[in-house]
C-alpha cells in the first residue's frame, strides 16, 4: 500500500473520549464510607488455590475480597442475585470508566438493563497507577482464562482455568447443570492482575501483581448481588496461567451488613430508562 503523503497529519489528530462520563450519576462515596465504618461481618466464602466460591450479597451491604496468604489474582463475576439475565458487563464499565477500576469507579450491568452492579470504595492498589509499561492493575480488558483457547493454542485439556471454575461454582450455587451455567458465565473484573497492551503490537500482556497478603478490594452492593470468584490457576500471573505449576494461594470474600438507617434514604438504582422500541415504537 502506498503510504499516503498526509499520513503524518492524520496519525497526529487528537483523541477524542468515545463516553466523557462527567454526567454519570454521582457517587456517594462519604455515605459508603460512613456506612462502612459501623459495618459488622455477616458472611465469608473463600476460593481454594485453582478453583472459584460463590457468594451472596445483599443490596445496600458490603464485600471484600482480599489476599490472605500470598500474591494471587482472581476472576469475579456478578449476577442481579433474581435475575441471572442480568451480570456484568466489563466493556461497558471499561468504556464508561477505562481499562482498569479503582475507588469511586463502577461495575456495570448489562442490556437492557445497564446500571450499577457495585461500586469500589477501597482498592488497598490505588497507589500502583499506571506504570511505565502501561500497566495496571484491576483489569476489564482480559477475558478469562478458558479451556477452549488453551485447546487452540496448545491441544490442552485443562479444567481449573478461571471459565470452568466460574462454571462450577455458579452450577453449584444455583443447582443448574453445567450446560444451563456455561452461557450464563461471562468476561470478569481481574481483581488485583496487572495488565495492559503493549504499545508496539498491541498485545494483552500480564506482569507479577503487586498485590500481597492484606491487600484488599472493597465493594458496595447496588442490588442484590450473586457473585463467583475464581483464584487463578496462574496464581500472582508473573508468567504463566491455566498452570499446574504456578504458585497459588486462596481469596477471602467477607460481607458486610451497615448498621440500620446507616444509608439513610438510600435505594437501589432503576434499570435504565430507555423505552427500548429501537425506534419501532
Excluded at 455477616?42 to 460463590?54: G, H, Q, S, T, W
Excluded at 464485600?63 to 449476577?79: C, Y
Excluded at 496487572?194 to 500480564?206: P, S, V
Excluded at 457473585?227 to 499446574?244: K, Q, R, T, Y
Amino acid at each position: 500500500m502506498t503510504r499516503p503523503k498526509d499520513a503524518e497529519a492524520r496519525r497526529a489528530i487528537a483523541p477524542v473520549i468515545c463516553y466523557p462520563n462527567e454526567t454519570l450519576p454521582a457517587v456517594p462515596l462519604d455515605l459508603y464510607r460512613g456506612a462502612r465504618a459501623g459495618a459488622r461481618k455477616v458472611d465469608e466464602a473463600l476460593a481454594a488455590p485453582r478453583e472459584a466460591c460463590a457468594f451472596r450479597v445483599k443490596a445496600g451491604q458490603f464485600f471484600r475480597i482480599s489476599s490472605v496468604e500470598g500474591p494471587q489474582v482472581g476472576d469475579l463475576n456478578l449476577w442481579n442475585a433474581n435475575d441471572l439475565n442480568e451480570r456484568f458487563y466489563s466493556g461497558k464499565s471499561r468504556a464508561l470508566h477505562g481499562t482498569h477500576l479503582t475507588t469511586g469507579e463502577r461495575m456495570w450491568s448489562s442490556f437492557p438493563y445497564l446500571r450499577p452492579m457495585a461500586t469500589i470504595i477501597e482498592d488497598t492498589l490505588e497507589w500502583y497507577g499506571m506504570d511505565g509499561f502501561g500497566g495496571s492493575v484491576h483489569d476489564v480488558i482480559g477475558t478469562r482464562c478458558d479451556p477452549y483457547t488453551g485447546n487452540l493454542l496448545q491441544g490442552s485439556q485443562y479444567h481449573h482455568c478461571c471459565h470452568s471454575n466460574l462454571i462450577r461454582a455458579l452450577a453449584e450455587a444455583e443447582g443448574l447443570s453445567l450446560k444451563e451455567a456455561e452461557p450464563l458465565v461471562h468476561d470478569v473484573l481481574n481483581v488485583f492482575m496487572c495488565t495492559g497492551f503493549t504499545r508496539d503490537t498491541g498485545q494483552y500482556f500480564m506482569k507479577a501483581s503487586p498485590v500481597r497478603p492484606g491487600d484488599y478490594l472493597e465493594f458496595f452492593a447496588e442490588i442484590d448481588l450473586l457473585g463467583a470468584l475464581s483464584a487463578c490457576p496462574g496464581g500472582d500471573c508473573s508468567s504463566e496461567h491455566s498452570s499446574d505449576t504456578a504458585a497459588c494461594y486462596p481469596l477471602l470474600v467477607e460481607v458486610f451488613e451497615p448498621e440500620a438507617g446507616a444509608l439513610g434514604a438510600w435505594q437501589s438504582p432503576p434499570v435504565n430508562g430507555y423505552d427500548r422500541s429501537h425506534g419501532m415504537g
